[in-house]
């Protein structure tokens, strides 16, 4: 049986007749991707559904890929261990990539916990392609939240590896944009957000 790698080695890149400058062109608009990093009841999916609303509003091709949506089809048979992590935000940054690629405006919500997977997925990118979103809101905040009641079961140890409890989040060094949704609303950070996808088109 091969391993990985030798199955690796046996692939080789397909090139595209039709090049990402045309699909750009045909999309009338420039990919890219932003992504939102933030312990759970941050306030990442809020923040990327307002972002949404407000690019389709103006008539822009987008997508949201949302980590549990991701976890219930492409990331389904992946766990939450730290190798099983990476292995989500890798599967989230190739697919990611693809659409960016197509010309889409993709925006990831991603707890996205470890330096080196935000990092990988960056360099996926073109610098003009990628904006990092910190969604710096405090644990205690995230905590008084706890949108889907996962912070109670984690402290009653109902569940393991849980981010900010008894798994480590790893904060990014220099983000694009760095923003704490208990003291800074939707309407004032969207705005923000849109200014920095026009200076990358």
Known sequence: ???????????????????????????????ACVWFTG?????????????????????????????????RGLCSDLGMTESDRSENIRRAGAVAKLMVDSGLIVLGAFISPYERDRAMVRGLFSEAQFI???VATDLQVCERRDPKGLYSKARQGLISNFTGIDSAYEPPHKPELKIDTNVQSVETVVPKLLQLLKLRS
């Open 39 to 71: 312990l759970s009841g941050s306030g990442k999916s809020t923040l990327a559904n307002a972002l949404d609303v407000a690019l389709a509003s103006m008539g822009k091709k987008t997508f949201l890929l949302d980590g549990d949506n991701l976890r």
């Open 132 to 134: 990092e979103v910190y």
């Open 1 to 31: 049986m091969k391993t990985q790698q030798q199955i690796l080695s046996d692939v080789r890149w397909h090139d595209y007749s039709v090049s990402l400058e045309m699909r750009c062109k045909n999309m009338g608009q420039v990919g």
